[in-house]
Each structure stands twice: as C-alpha cells, then as structure tokens.
C-alpha cells in the first residue's frame, strides 16, 4: 500500500512568488495535516483538513492556504514568499478522530531565495 | 489551545545505557492520545509509541516505554538500551482532534 506522498520533492522560489505544495494521503484517510519544519527545529502546526474542509489553522499568515480535494489529496499555497518561508514542508495524513495515528509523507524542501 | 512541551533541545546518551526524554501537555480534554515520534537525519518521522488516555498501563514497545501520569499531565520516553540507530529527533504529540507537536529532543547515541 502506498504511504504519504508529496510533491515536489524539492522546490527553489524567489522571494514574491507562489508555492504549491501536494500532498496525497494513504488510501482510507480522510484528514491531511500540514506541518512547517524550519531547519533543525520542530514543527510548526499549520493546517488540518478534514472530509474537504479545513478544521483548524495554526499561528501563520493568511497568505498561507490550502484546500482538500474530493479525494482527500490537499494542497498548500504559499503566496507572497518570504526568505523566512525556507523550511521542510511535512504532509501527514489519518483517519478522522482522536485515537488514530498519523503517517507522514517524506516532505517537500521549499528554500526561498 | 493545547499545548506540547518538551523542555530538552539535546540529549545524549552511551550506547547499551537508559536515556528518559520528558514530556509535559495542557488540555482540558479527557479523551485523546499522546504519541513520541521520531524523525532520523533521513527526515522521515515514525511512529515510536502511542498511549491512550484512558488507560492507566503505560504503554511498552520493545525497548521504548513510557510513563503516562494523567494528573500530571506527564509523558516521557525511555529508551533502554539505547543503540546507536536510535539517535534522532522525537517528538512528543497529542491528539484530541489535531494532532499537535512539542518542540523535539535531538538525541545523540554514543558508541
């Protein structure tokens, strides 16, 4: 079974730009977190969606989006880059609900120049 | 909102030695799930251990275990015998509907 996919693996933007972010859950899951990890720290909550609507945002710009697909993949905007917006960009995906684990993808490296 | 706290940025421990990494978490829910992960240099994080809230038996895999103090609202990891593929980041996280991460502990295992 396939695990957490995202792409892509690597992505290199200007500062200004847009940056689109996937993400696609393992087959079954319905919610689709993502996670900001700038280099050698820990991760920062920023959006959870769940059955295509989005449940919770953490402490980020509104310049920050998302959405969830009708088949559960997501996407996250990053509009107006920012150099600050370097970081590791982790997907994680679960079934709905407190008492399930969440798998995570291999993330997607976003480094703003 | 709920809160993660691990309050160890680093730790190291010597191979075949016992290393406890702590915990702590706020909420005022009853029901949810604590989970430690961790995240290898390769940068893929995996699950080490989840514990429900409503059980009292910490929860054991293997070498990893933890012990859960609800009052307390305590969670921390010990690793026993610790092996040098064991160095990583860990991550301790809640779950009550998101999921929500403490700030990691790097810890180092020494030969």
């Known amino acids: 079974e396939a695990g957490v996919t995202q792409s892509p693996t690597h992505l290199i933007k200007t500062r200004g730009q847009q940056a689109t972010l996937r993400c696609s859950p393992i087959?079954?899951?319905?919610?689709v977190y993502w996670y900001q990890q700038a280099l050698g720290l820990g991760l920062q909550f920023l959006l959870w969606?769940?059955?295509?609507?989005?449940?919770n945002r953490g402490n980020f710009p509104p310049r920050f989006s998302g959405r969830q697909f009708p088949n559960y993949s997501s996407e996250l905007n990053v509009n107006a880059l920012e150099l600050e917006d370097s970081a590791l960009y982790l997907c994680?995906?679960?079934?709905?609900?407190?008492?399930?684990?969440?798998?995570f993808g291999q993330g997607t490296r976003l480094t703003v120049v | 909102a709920q809160t993660v706290t691990q309050s160890q940025p680093e730790m190291s421990v010597q191979e075949a030695e016992t290393v406890t990494l702590s915990c702590t978490y706020d909420?005022?829910?009853?029901?949810?799930?604590l989970f430690w992960y961790k995240q290898p240099p390769s940068r893929q994080m995996i699950l080490v251990i989840r514990?429900?809230?409503?059980?009292?038996q910490n929860a054991t895999e293997n070498r990893f275990s933890v012990n859960f103090q609800k009052a307390a609202k305590s969670f921390s990891l010990k690793i026993s015998d610790s092996q040098l593929g064991d160095t990583a980041m860990y991550f301790c996280?809640?779950?009550?509907?998101?999921?929500?991460f403490g700030a990691g502990t790097r810890l180092t295992v020494k030969p």
């Open positions: 994680a995906s679960s079934f709905t609900g407190y008492n399930t684990e969440a798998f």
């Open positions: 087959s079954g899951h319905t919610s």
């Open positions: 969606y769940d059955e295509g609507e989005e449940r």
């Open positions: 909420t005022s829910e009853n029901n949810y799930y």
């Open positions: 514990q429900e809230a409503y059980k009292q």
């Open positions: 996280a809640f779950s009550d509907n998101d999921m929500r």
